[in-house]
């Protein structure tokens, strides 16, 4: 069972930035593929960014140049650097662990942290 747990989300004006963290109960990067998902209200949730174990990174078209996705092993932990912030962007943010091994399909959600855009 992995357990993750996000933080730093909260209120920023256009044009700002925010660091989000998700902290994973141990050292699961070399395994798992890491991702941030977003949900905005009425919407379907979204792939922001990804990082798999080899450390290839993947984003989603509206947020590439603006925001960065990197682990820190020895913190256990899995960063979204987010600039340059627009009003769209606001959602709440999840961390994602997925693995596939044999035919079975690991995937672990947190419990998300708010991200707001306005002034």
């Known amino acids: 069972q992995v357990q993750l747990v996000e933080s730093g989300g909260g209120l920023v004006q256009p044009g700002g930035s925010l660091r989000l963290s998700c902290v994973a109960s141990g050292s699961i990067f070399s395994r798992y593929r890491m991702g941030w998902y977003r949900q905005a209200p009425g919407k379907q949730r979204e792939l922001v960014a990804s990082?798999?174990?080899?450390?290839?990174?993947n984003y989603a078209d509206s947020v590439k140049g603006r925001f960065t996705i990197s682990t820190d092993n020895a913190k256990n932990t899995v960063y979204l650097q987010m600039n340059s912030l627009k009003p769209e962007d606001a959602a709440l943010y999840y961390c994602?662990?997925?693995?596939?091994?044999?035919?079975?399909?690991?995937?672990?959600w947190g419990q998300g942290t708010q991200v707001t855009v306005s002034s």
């Open positions: 990082i798999t174990s080899g450390g290839s990174t």
């Open positions: 994602n662990a997925y693995r596939g091994v044999a035919g079975i399909q690991l995937d672990y």
